[in-house]
């Protein structure tokens, strides 16, 4: 995951992200983040992506304020951020009708089902204006905070999106994917939770 996230940020976007060892890393790692991974039929990571309780410390807070509306901090209960959302374009594979990948989809998928087993209302997070056309175009975008803004080389958005049965046949309908996309003992997890 960390490889991935090196090729994303590093290589491929030229972000000046912490290289430690071929591992793209940093700080909000540190939080005991929940870690999701889209992997292929030989285990390997195609895409991945990082939760965090708005609660304590974030990137849309504390690196990415100036996305959100007169730099107002997002702290809630019921909604955590999506950050360092990766996907290896090399590994994955185009779906649906409108060019959704396979791991956009299942990554997507599964914060929901993960939010919705919380009790969360929304996930945030930020991504380029390449990545928002895209799922714009395959129907399943979050709702942009603000006014997008240069990070770095890309146009960046800030973006909720609402967790909700809604939510889900949007991403199920763009994909076609329709079976189980978390593994058994993390929905199990999710149930003691909730």
């Known amino acids: 995951m960390h490889q991935l996230r090196r090729k994303v940020f590093h290589e491929r976007m030229g972000w000046d992200v912490t290289v430690i060892r071929q591992w793209e890393i940093d700080g909000f790692d540190v939080f005991d983040p929940l870690y999701l991974l889209s992997v292929d039929h030989n285990d390997r990571v195609v895409g991945s992506l990082?939760?965090?309780?708005?609660?304590?410390?974030?990137?849309?807070?504390?690196?990415?304020?100036?996305?959100?509306?007169?730099?107002?901090?997002?702290?809630?209960?019921?909604i955590w951020e999506s950050s360092r959302f990766s996907v290896d374009h090399e590994a994955d594979v185009p779906i649906g009708p409108n060019g959704i990948s396979r791991a956009t989809a299942e990554l997507g998928l599964a914060m929901n089902q993960i939010g919705m087993g919380l009790g969360l209302s929304h996930i945030v997070t930020v991504y380029d204006a390449i990545v928002h056309r895209t799922l714009r175009k395959a129907r399943c975008a979050g709702e942009p905070i603000g006014a997008p803004k240069r990070v770095g080389g890309t146009l960046a958005y800030a973006v909720f999106y609402e967790v909700s049965a809604e939510t889900e046949r949007a991403t199920r309908a763009a994909s076609g994917i329709y079976g189980p996309v978390l593994e058994d003992d993390m929905e199990v997890g999710l149930q003691k939770v909730a």
């Open 50 to 78: 990082r939760l965090l309780p708005t609660t304590g410390f974030t990137m849309i807070n504390d690196v990415f304020s100036d996305l959100l509306p007169d730099g107002k901090p997002i702290h809630s209960p019921l």
